[in-house]
């Protein structure tokens, strides 16, 4: 039975351009109370730009009735539970907002001098402090834009001091349950990746890695816990392989919400990570974000971070654009700074204490929807797992049904769904993450509805085939749109 | 269903030869994995491709997957109908919807490769 939700009358809305009439304006501005200047006179006729041709005019309340109407369209973690696996969607806490709206740090300007931008920097500051401390690595850098950027930035390290030792090396290994962007990042940083295949406890398997690592190997990259929300036992060990044969373990830390608090990868042996403060530390995700992969490394590859630096001197903040060795920037000016703030924020609003509880709730909530839905669909792989877990469609596709259906049938429920078909390891993966945001309440009313879907796998196969129903638009047709895409508003 | 006289790779592409032109396409168990094909990249004729490694890609509804050269040679022509009708690949997979022809390098390369028997028992391995 469908509890959460009940269909209610959405309306339909026109694109702004098809709204618009000549004239209507949505600001009202006062009478102009000094002598009026000729722009074309005053600056030069090439320098005065003609009105924007087919610019949509529309009224005030037409432009919030616009984008209020749109927004009751879409699904988001403030309407309810945002269960994809991987993504970690958090609840964004409002304290981060305002925080984040101080006027000093929001109308900060990177062109500002030092003297006047110390507050600022001591703000980067504390966040590097911060993310060194639950990292338990030697030193940070804020600028990567987003996790898959970080995880460049991490690789370009590596390269970088292999190089200095003289020697790149070629390859690098990921193990099958990685994530997906791990493979891009080897190989747009030039290296060749070689996939090492899972144990059938979904973990690296040692004998395998022992075997695979020689000293063309310039690094392991590693998700810990993984794609299948196990965690590493024998992270220690992989660590001490890659290191005995000279290569290093990049840590992909976007899991980081299974750990922060309880372990620090700094500890068992991982040379560089990063983190994804959009998942982990509750900055916005998706949308645009913007994200934050701020990369921490252990001392022997702080020489080769991008430039600047940040360093006290005289009692004071400066930028240190001295460093010989470093890769350069990966971004201008100092990362997205308004995120930062916003990750720091969380940190201090938690401490430390909150935020290892925190990740033990997020642990709790997961490891609960398991037991509870382990009865109704099938778990592949039985280890015990931290912050998500990952079913199979096994049993529903053997009545035609696969983990998409399911997926879009949830959508009738009120529910976004989880992440479909990934990790690949998993055929026909439903990979569910609650995060630490959702009350008990909210997920019995998530699981009753996998149980009722199950349920309805079994009495009517197709009503799930055609979902979802209570939808503005049901299955659209996503083979064509491909194909033949229609990219123009208008030919 | 898959042709006697085809060989074919674990990565399920298939290929037939003709003298010394070897013909290579994707199997109907790659395309009932992909599910609807709506995009296919294909190296062009002079390029060289390499055994076990990636000559081109096939985007699906669910996800892009390489297409891996089970030999090594030289592209002498590609199969320019996919582009504009990718939907071949999953009505005729190992007819019209081949994706290239190459010059091999090594004609016996392709008897390393598994005879429809082989590649039905390691079909059944996977279900």
Partial sequence: MIRKVRSHVSQNESLLFELSAPGKVAYQLPELDVPPVDAAAALGAANVRDEVAGFPEVSEVEAIRHFT????????????????????????????????????????????????????????????????????????????????????????????????????????????????????????????????????????????????????????????????????????????????????????GANMNALTGITRPGDFGVDVMHLNLHKTFSTPHGGGGPGAGPVAVKKRLEPFLPLPRLRRAAEAWTWDYDRPQSIGRVRAFYGNFGVLVRALAYIMAHGGEGLRRATLDAILNANYIRKKLEPYYDLPHKAPVMHECVFSDDRQSARGVRTGDIAKRLIDYGFHPYTVSFPLIVHGALMIEPTETESKQEIDLFVDALISIAKEVEEDPELVKAAPHNTRVSRIDEVTAARKPILRWRP | MYPDNYRYSKEHEWIVVDGEIATIGITDYAQQELGDIVYVDLPRPGDSVAAGKSMGSVESVKAVSDVYSPVTGEVVESNAALTDSPEKVNQDPHGEAWMVKVKLFAPDEVNSLMTVADYKEYLAGKE
């Fill in chain 1, 69 to 252: 109407r749109l927004s009751t369209h879409n699904y988001a973690i403030d309407y309810g539970m945002y269960p994809l696996g991987s993504c970690t969607m958090k609840y964004n806490p409002r304290i981060n907002e305002a925080v984040a709206r101080t006027e000093g740090l929001a109308w900060a300007h990177p062109y500002q001098p030092e003297a006047l931008s110390q507050g600022a920097m001591d703000v980067l500051a504390k966040v590097e402090d911060a993310l060194v401390e639950i990292t338990g690595m030697d030193a940070v850098t804020l600028q990567p834009a987003a996790g898959a950027h970080g995880e460049l930035t991490g690789l370009l390290l590596i390269r970088a001091a292999l190089e200095a030792q003289g020697n790149p090396r070629q390859t690098v290994l990921i193990p099958d349950s990685a994530h997906g962007t791990n493979p891009a990042t080897v190989t747009t940083a030039g290296y060749v990746v070689r996939n090492i295949a899972s144990n059938d406890r979904g973990m690296v398997d040692l004998a395998a890695l022992e075997r695979d690592v020689d000293e063309n190997v310039a690094a392991l990259m590693v998700t810990n816990p993984n794609t299948l929300g196990v965690f590493e036992g024998n992270i220690t060990r992989i660590c001490e392989i890659l290191h005995a044969r000279g290569a290093m373990v990049y840590m992909d």
